[in-house]
Each structure stands twice: as C-alpha cells, then as structure tokens.
C-alpha cells in the first residue's frame, strides 16, 4: 500500500507560465492524474504484456490511492478502489482509443466511478443527504489551505459528511465542474454547490483548529 506524500494540496497552485484565465472562467486544478503515459507502452499493454502493465500500475497508483482515500475516508477501502480500478482498467484497456482524449483521463473516470459506487453499496452515512433543495449558494472565499499537512488533511476530510467530503475532491483537487459532479453522483448542481459551500467553510474551520478535527 502506498505511504501518503508528506504535504498535499488541495487546490494546486496554479502554474506562473500558464495563461490566465478568462475574466469569469474558473480555471480548472492540475490533477494529480495528468501523467502521460507514452503510446508503445499503451499498445504494449493492450497486447496483455505484463511488463507495461505493471509501468501504467506504478505510474497511476498513487493518484489512484489519493482520490480513492479523500473520498472513500479510510485507506482499507482506498486500497480495494485501487485494486479494483487497475483490474478493471486492464481488462478495459482494448477500449481506450486515442483520439485525443489522455489516458489518464480515462483511467481516473473508472476511479471516481469505483469511488463513488464503494460509498453507495456502503450506504455510507451522508452519502444520500437530500440537499437538492437547499439554497445553491457558492462559497466565493478562497479554497481550504492548500499547503495543509497530509494527516492533518486526512483528518478533517474524515469528520465531513462522505458526500461533502466527495464534493469538495472532486471539485477542488480534480477540477470537476458542478454539472460533472451532479452526474457522477446522480444528483443536481444545486447539490454539488451546496455541498461545496457548506463542506469548504467547515474545512477551513477545522484545518484553522486542528483540535476540531480530533473531537469530531
């Protein structure tokens, strides 16, 4: 099982050569996933050559364990996303065109989508919070404290609400929009930005007191 890197990022800071956005457009995270895989080991690996499979395993397993452990809160569970989401990928692997879209975003749709489904056959206590209704309004402060301590991190994720929790990853770290967050967890955008506002507000409280995050 993979050790955890010893600081992690929450929003990654964005990167100095970049263009910046435009005015009103919210410029979207670097993803952990964003590894380019080169295209004989892809074609290697869908002639079922161990060798490569096991280089696209070691290239992607920490991004894997990470999303999979931020959203389904315990690393038992993140290591069975892992296994799940590279054997599923293998034998999928025949499927992946390249047609422009990158191999790891391929990859990382079938680890958000084991994530997520873990948590359902868990029905992982509030997972299935009805929030549709509440008001969808936005937490416009900047994102949690990016610099914050891995375990310390790790612990204020743990105290949120497991669709909170799954929110503010997906749409802080990953870069997911709203309307991509409603339809990976089968709900609405109003949800995904309730969850948002509520979940980011309540993770700055408790990475400002880590005591909170020990007491629960």
């Known amino acids: 099982m993979p050790d955890m890197p010893p600081r992690l990022q929450l929003a990654p800071a964005p990167d100095a050569a970049a263009p910046p956005a ?3 457009a919210r410029e979207r995270p670097a993803s952990a996933f ?3 895989v080169p295209a004989t080991v892809l074609e290697r690996a869908r002639r079922g050559e161990r060798a490569a499979f096991e280089q696209v395993y070691r290239l992607f397993e920490r991004p894997v364990f990470t999303l999979a452990l931020r959203i389904a809160g315990d690393r038992e569970s993140a290591a069975d996303v892992l296994q799940d989401t590279m054997m599923k990928a293998f034998r999928r692997i025949g499927d992946f065109r390249n047609d422009g879209a990158p191999f790891w975003g391929w990859l990382r749709q079938i680890a958000v989508n084991e994530s ?3 948590l359902r056959g868990q029905r992982h ?6 929030l549709d209704d509440a008001p969808a309004l936005e937490d416009l402060a900047p994102p949690p404290p990016a610099a914050a301590d891995a375990a310390q991190l790790q612990r204020a994720l743990a105290v949120l609400p497991a669709a909170t929790r799954s929110v503010l990853w997906l749409y802080h770290a ?4 709203h309307e991509e967050i409603a ?3 089968q709900r609405t955008p109003s949800f995904s930005k309730s969850q948002l506002a509520r979940g980011s507000r309540r993770l700055r ?6 005591t909170e995050a020990v007491h629960g």
Do not use: Q
Request: charged share 20%; hydrophobic share 45%.
């Open 125 to 130: 206590e509030g997972f299935a919070i009805a």
């Open 183 to 185: 339809a990976l967890m």
């Open 22 to 24: 435009p005015p009103g």
């Open 174 to 177: 990953e870069g997911y929009t």
């Open 34 to 36: 964003a590894i380019d």
């Open 205 to 210: 409280e408790l990475l400002t007191d880590p």
């Open 116 to 118: 997520l489904m873990r």
